[in-house]
C-alpha cells in the first residue's frame, strides 16, 4: 500500500517523531507531509525495533504498530500540572504584556514546532504583531 503525500503522511511522521522522543534508535522527524528518504528511514527504524519487516512502507501492520506504540507512550506519560497564567475572566489583547504573553508566545512557538503552518515568535512577553 503507497501511502499518498499529504495528511496521511504527515500523521504519521507526528507519531514516529513522539516515539523517537522516547526511543533512541529512531531519527526525529519534522513532519512535512511527504513521505520521502528521511520517513523511509525512520520507517526502516522503526520496523526494526518493532521486529517488523524492515521494507521503509508503512504497510497496515506498520501503520497499526506506530500508532499502537504513540498511543502506549501518551498514556504512560503523567499527566501535565496545571499553570494559573490565566485567571477567569482574563484577556490579553495588542499591547498586553507579561507572563500571559509570554505563556502565550511560548505555545506559539512550540506549535510551530510540530505544525507547518505555524510560525515561530520571539518570547518578549509583549503582545506585539
Known amino acids: 500500500m503507497k501511502i499518498p503525500d499529504g495528511l496521511p503522511v504527515t500523521d504519521l511522521q507526528r507519531a514516529l517523531r513522539e516515539i523517537s522522543r522516547t526511543d533512541g534508535t529512531l531519527d526525529s522527524l519534522i ?33 497499526n504498530s506506530v500508532f ?21 475572566g482574563s484577556s490579553i489583547a495588542p499591547g498586553s504584556t507579561g507572563d500571559a504573553v509570554l505563556a502565550v508566545q511560548i505555545m506559539l512557538c512550540t506549535l510551530s514546532d510540530n505544525f507547518i503552518n505555524f510560525d515561530a515568535v520571539k518570547h518578549t512577553g509583549i503582545y506585539d504583531e
Do not use: C, H, I, M
Request: charged share 20%; aromatic share 10%.
Open 31 to 63: 513532519p512535512d507531509g511527504v513521505f520521502g528518504p528521511e520517513t523511509t528511514r525512520t520507517v526502516q527504524q522503526f520496523q526494526r525495533s518493532a521486529g517488523l519487516n524492515p521494507s521503509g512502507k508503512a504497510d497496515l501492520e506498520t501503520w
Open 68 to 88: 499502537a506504540r504513540a498511543a502506549q507512550l501518551r498514556k504512560s506519560r503523567a499527566p501535565a500540572l496545571g499553570a494559573a497564567f490565566f485567571p477567569p
